[in-house]
């Protein structure tokens, strides 16, 4: 079984875990520079984006995830991991930094205080039929789209909420909690396909 690793400083990782390990990976959490060096592919899961990035640098971690996106390694960011690899962060706390990769300004809590947490069904033509039923809580959104980025999903009033750029792969929502396998198994073939 490919060895992927799911960030595990913070935030849903055991959703995470759960789902790739029901895909046949083998799944492990990363808290270290060592254990990040064995895995294939990363996975950054929700949580709190600005817990997360100040984890990731007190733990040595911030440089070599850096690093692994550089180079080339499948990433896929949900929620705050979409957070985490936005290239530009609005409404971050004072501070705030990302990983970066993904060529895309992305505004946390963007939905607002009356809508903090909302479901609804997104058309994702990469991911073929039926729609995605899609979980948002304190989601982001994507509202600068740069051109290395492509949009892969957007809400009704077309707001982007699913990117894609070469092995890296971000949401603002949770397939982790709906049972719905297709960004993980997505994802998955990104990482199998550079074995
Ligand atoms: N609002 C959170 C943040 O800014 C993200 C929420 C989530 O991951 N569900 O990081």
């Given at each position: 079984a490919v060895p992927v690793g799911v960030l595990a400083l913070q935030g849903d990782f055991r959703e995470h875990l759960a789902v790739l390990a029901s895909l046949g990976a083998d799944a492990r959490p990363i808290r270290r520079e060592s254990e990040l060096a064995e895995v294939r592919g990363l996975v950054i899961p929700g949580g709190e984006s600005s817990v997360m990035d100040k984890l990731s640098r007190a733990f040595g971690l911030a440089d070599p995830l850096k690093d692994a996106i550089r180079s080339g390694m499948p990433v896929y960011g949900t929620c705050a991991g979409l957070i985490m690899l936005a290239d530009r962060i609005l409404?971050?706390?004072?501070g705030q930094q990302s990983l970066g990769g993904l060529d895309v300004a992305v505004r946390r809590n963007a939905f607002g205080s009356q809508l903090d947490s909302f479901e609804t069904d997104l058309d994702i033509p990469e991911l073929g039929e039926p729609a995605m039923h899609a979980v948002f809580i304190r989601a982001p959104i994507v509202e600068e789209t740069g051109p290395a980025a492509t949009a892969l999903a957007t809400v009704a009033d077309g707001r982007v909420v699913a990117v894609e750029q070469g092995n890296l792969l971000g949401t603002s929502f949770h397939p982790e909690i709906t049972g719905d396998t297709r960004f993980h198994e997505y994802f998955l073939r990104k990482v199998r396909a550079r074995e």
């Open positions: 409404d971050g706390i004072p």
